[in-house]
């Protein structure tokens, strides 16, 4: 199985600094058609998961220009540029290439200071 | 617009089964992968389930393999998760999720989520 894991665990910080996450899976999750089977969501507290990137560096439909993706491979990055109290909850990575199974990162969470 | 709403969940002794729903609508529901994803309280999320949109490809994590069973009516825009011999560590909050129209697979939709509760 492929093992994604996420740092930090934690993020505290102070609204309308940037802030980054980091998601290393054990395998690459490059497809041979170019796209990088990596996808990044937010679940809020008190919800479900809701898609913020999709494919690496897309964003998903709403989805606001401060949050961005990159990375390829077996490295990812997600960042929020000037982060804002409405952008507190867990971030988690997904990858979706090497399946069965699916799996996810353990979870990063943004808190405000 | 899309929505995918869960039932089912409860309480159940270790041992016993649970039949959970998700009800879909606001898309055409048989053109659709479809997955189930657990969160146990104050845990991460796992995926534990997969069906195609005809039901003729289905997936299962290992730690439910041979317990759980995934199934779909399309002529109900209904995808369903038979849970049998509950254990204590399947408490969980149940999501089923629709998988997006593009390559990549990733969940576009997910629903509000149903607990199951597993306990003595």
């Known amino acids: 199985d492929v093992v994604m894991t996420q740092s930090p665990l934690s993020l505290p910080v102070t609204p309308g600094e940037p802030a980054s996450i980091s998601c290393r899976s054990s395998?690459?999750?490059?497809?041979?058609?170019?796209?990088?089977?990596l996808h990044w969501y937010l679940q809020k507290p008190g919800q479900s998961p809701q898609l913020l990137i999709y494919l690496a560096s897309h964003r998903a439909s709403g989805v606001p220009d401060r949050f961005s993706g990159s990375g390829s491979g077996t490295d990812f990055t997600l960042k929020i540029s000037r982060v804002e109290a409405e952008d507190v909850g867990v971030f988690y990575c997904m990858q979706t290439l090497q399946t069965p199974p699916i799996t996810f990162g353990q979870g990063t969470r943004l808190e405000i200071k | 617009q899309v929505q995918l709403v869960e039932s089912g969940g409860g309480l159940v002794k270790p041992g016993g089964s649970l039949r959970l729903s998700c009800a879909a609508s606001g898309f055409t529901f048989n053109d659709y992968s479809m997955n189930w994803i657990r969160q146990a309280p104050g845990k991460g999320l796992e995926w534990i389930s997969y069906i195609s949109s005809a039901g003729w490809t289905i997936y299962y994590a290992d730690s439910v393999k041979g317990r759980f069973t995934i199934s779909r009516d399309n002529a109900q825009n209904s995808l369903f998760l038979q849970m049998n011999d509950l254990r204590v560590d399947d408490t969980a909050v149940y999501y089923c999720?629709?998988?997006?129209?593009?390559?990549?697979?990733?969940?576009?939709?997910w629903g509000q989520g149903t607990l199951v509760t597993v306990s003595s």
């Open positions: 395998q690459s999750v490059l497809h041979e058609n170019g796209y990088n089977y």
């Open positions: 999720a629709k998988e997006s129209p593009r390559v990549g697979d990733d969940f576009e939709y």
